[in-house]
T-cell receptor
Framework: AQSVSQHNHHVILSEAASLELGCNYS??????LFWYVQYPGQHLQLLLK??????LVKGIKGFEAEFIKSKFSFNLRKPSVQWSDTAEYFC???????????FGAGTTVTVRA | EPEVTQTPSHQVTQMGQEVILRCVPI?????FYWYRQILGQKVEFLVS????????KSEIFDDQFSVERPDGSNFTLKIRSTKLEDSAMYFC???????????FGSGTRLTVV
């Protein structure tokens, strides 16, 4: 079974600061990797995903993530955050050809104006 | 308009009562998933449903839980006798069709008192 760990529980930033959220997974086989965002009071939305190819993945709203296979990592980045990026961010993984997702515990990001 | 609608958005119920959570995707899907998120905790897999049968379930999904597809379009999650620890946000999810990603529903917040 897969497991996912997110390094930061709560991150507080000022607007225009850069953001990086760590995510590591453990699984022996080939995986698909995802970052989801949950804005206050809303449902989970997909930010970006990685399946194969270029390990640097660009998603919506200026987010990107880099898959480093040797480190079993899939860290999320944004060069300059906005107040509207205040949300909870979840890293998730599933095994190739399996839809069932394993989620990390989530990171709450608070951006101060 | 969301691709997956869940009703109700919020339900408060007394301990020991039965609740039925509903999920209606816009288009027909054979695969269907339920996840839950206890406040402050990670999103957890509950059950997957394929072609009118449970294909996989987690240890959380005990005899108090059941899933159905009562009329060929919407899906239900039933909790027969709710416990305080069932208080959570419940999400249904359908495969998004592209490389093992999901579209999540809007969620039902269940509060057991």
């Amino acid at each position: 079974a897969q497991s996912v760990s997110q390094h930061n529980h709560h991150v507080i930033l000022s607007e225009a600061a850069s953001l990086e959220l760590g995510c590591n997974y453990s699984y022996g086989g080939t995986v698909n990797l995802f970052w989801y965002v949950q804005y206050p009071g809303q449902h989970l939305q997909l930010l970006l995903k990685y399946f194969s190819g270029d390990p640097l993945v660009k998603g919506i709203k200026g987010f990107e993530a880099e898959f480093i296979k040797s480190k079993f990592s899939f860290n999320l980045r944004k060069p300059s955050v906005q107040w509207s990026d205040t949300a909870e961010y979840f890293c998730a993984v599933n095994a190739r050809r399996d839809y069932k997702l394993s989620f990390g515990a989530g990171t709450t990001v608070t951006v101060r104006a | 308009e969301p691709e997956v609608t869940q009703t109700p958005s919020h339900q408060v119920t007394q301990m020991g009562q039965e609740v039925i959570l509903r999920c209606v995707p816009i288009s027909n899907h054979l695969y269907f998933y339920w996840y839950r998120q206890i406040l402050g905790q990670k999103v957890e897999f509950l059950v997957s449903f394929y072609n009118n049968e449970i294909s996989e379930k987690s240890e959380i999904f005990d005899d108090q839980f059941s899933v159905e597809r009562p009329d060929g379009s919407n899906f239900t999650l039933k909790i027969r006798s709710t416990k305080l620890e069932d208080s959570a946000m419940y999400f249904c999810a359908i495969p998004s069709g592209q490389a093992y990603g999901y579209t999540f529903g809007s969620g039902t917040r269940l509060t057991v008192v």
